[in-house]
Structure formats: C-alpha cells, structure tokens
DNA sequence: TTGATTGCAAAGTGTTTGCAACTAG
DNA sequence: CTAGTTGCAAACACTTTGCAATCAA
C-alpha cells in the first residue's frame, strides 16, 4: 500500500537534513535544484500523507501558506531569526514550554502545541549596515 | 482622508458585536444577510486597513484562510486557539516577554518582536466528540 | 501483472487589484 | 467639486484533483 519511488526518497531525503520550516513550493524548488525533479503536486501528496501520518509539522502562515518540517520528537526547540539576514538561531527553553502547558490548561484546553518565533536584527547587520 | 460609508459603518458594528474570530466571507455572507450588503473586495480592503491599523487581530487558519477579529486588549497579547473549532483565548504573559528579550540579548539580537500561538483542543471540543 | 504513484493540466480555494462609477465632505 | 471608496470582474498564489501513463513489488 506505500511504495518506495525516487520521488518520495528524494523528498525524505531532503526534510531529513532541513531543520526549519519549508513551504511546499520552496521544497518543490529545491528538489529541482538538487537534480531531483518532483512534480508540485507530487510533492503536495506526500507531504499531506506525511502530515496526516504524523511524520511532519505543518505551520499555516500569514501568507495563506502551508509550511513543512520533518518532525522533531526528540527536542523541541525554537528560532530566533535576523529580520534583515535571516541568520538563524536555535533556542532551546523550559520555562516557556512550561508556561504554555500551565496557560493552556488553567483554560480547560489540552493536547497543547506552542509555535514560538523571536525575530529581531543581529549583531553583524546592525554594525554593518 | 478617511471617509464614513455604509459599508464601513456596517462592518464596524458588526465587528462591535461579534466576540469570535470570523473569516472575511464569513463577515461578508453576514453582511449580506442583515440587508447591509457590502462587497466581497470591500470587506478585504476594510479588514486589512484594521488590520493594519491594529483595530483588529489576524488568526491563520490551518484551510490556508485568515479570520479577523476586533481587537479586545490594547496590551500585548497572544492566543489559544482550539485546533478543531477555532475557539479562542487571548493570553497576557509577563514571564515569556521577558524571556524574549533575555534570550535575544544573550544572543546579540535587538530591536526583537515575538509571536507565539497555542493550540490546543478546547474542553466543550474534547467532551463533545 | 496490477494497483499504487506520478505528471500534467484543469479546476478550486481564498485574496488582491485595475478601473470606471459613485459619493462623502 | 474631487479625492477617497465601492463593485465588478479579472488576476493571483497556493493547493487539490481527474486521468492517462508509468513503475515498484
């Protein structure tokens, strides 16, 4: 009922190495890229299939746009993200995933998820420019 | 520059009295049901002008669709969405802000923002199914 | 072989925009 | 009067789907 085809490796490939969230079309683009061709609508199959199984994080975005990532059961972490560069860091941080589990139950709500993005201008962008 | 039109007026009093987060066809269909016609295109125009204006809150949806809502808090805010009916809560938080900001410093971030969103599955959602 | 999977193009969303007609101030 | 607003329809961006061709098992 699953098989193994180029096009679905490719696509496992490539989220096993992206740690940050990716929008479907930006995938699309990559693979192509990379000399692994993989229509559009391919690539929207299986990442709904994947999200659905559990096996990727999906992220709706201001823009009306889905973004994806493998999913990392193992540490949560989040991103706090240059404005001007995009430099990226990795932050990981208890006191908030605890904040969020006590807020969101204190409101009667359960099965909680946090998404978390500090965006600000780093160190290099504001001496240069 | 900004003028007072039935349509406007319309839109305003129906966001007055309407608590929860509604989609712009939402917004529309209602209109049109209350005998207070308004465009489709003009509702847009208008929720995005509040939206800009910091008159009402912006949610993404997972549909890809964004809902709106007049804005309750004047402070900073985040919010606690129900994953299955959109049900929401907004959350005031000290402990976090400052966590933000700490983290960015640590990092030589500055002039930092941050947006977090919940999601959860609210009680009446849990008992109910 | 044969049913799952793919690519293509067409169709579907929700949202934005160009433009002529309209209207509040 | 006249610049801000509106409605319409066309344009957009992202996503889904029908269908015939392809390919893993």
New binding site residues.
């Given amino acids: 009922?699953?098989?193994?085809?180029?096009?679905?490796s490719a696509l496992a490939e490539l989220l096993a190495r992206t740690p940050e969230f990716r929008?479907?079309?930006q995938i699309h683009a990559m693979l192509g890229e990379e000399g692994e061709?993989?229509?559009?609508?391919?690539v929207?199959?299986?990442?709904?299939a994947l999200a659905e199984n559990g096996e990727v994080d999906v992220l709706a975005t201001e823009?009306?746009?889905?973004r994806y990532r493998r999913c990392v059961r193992t540490e949560h972490h989040h991103h706090l993200v240059c404005r001007r560069c995009g430099h990226t860091v990795e932050v990981a941080e208890t006191s908030v995933e605890r904040w969020a589990a006590q807020t969101a139950r204190r409101h009667g709500f359960s099965e909680v998820s946090h998404e978390i993005e500090l965006h600000g201008i780093c160190d290099t962008c504001r001496s240069g420019s």
């Fill in positions: 009922m699953s098989r193994t085809t180029r096009q679905r929008s479907a079309q061709p993989v229509s559009l609508a391919t929207y199959r299986n990442l709904n823009g009306g746009e889905s």
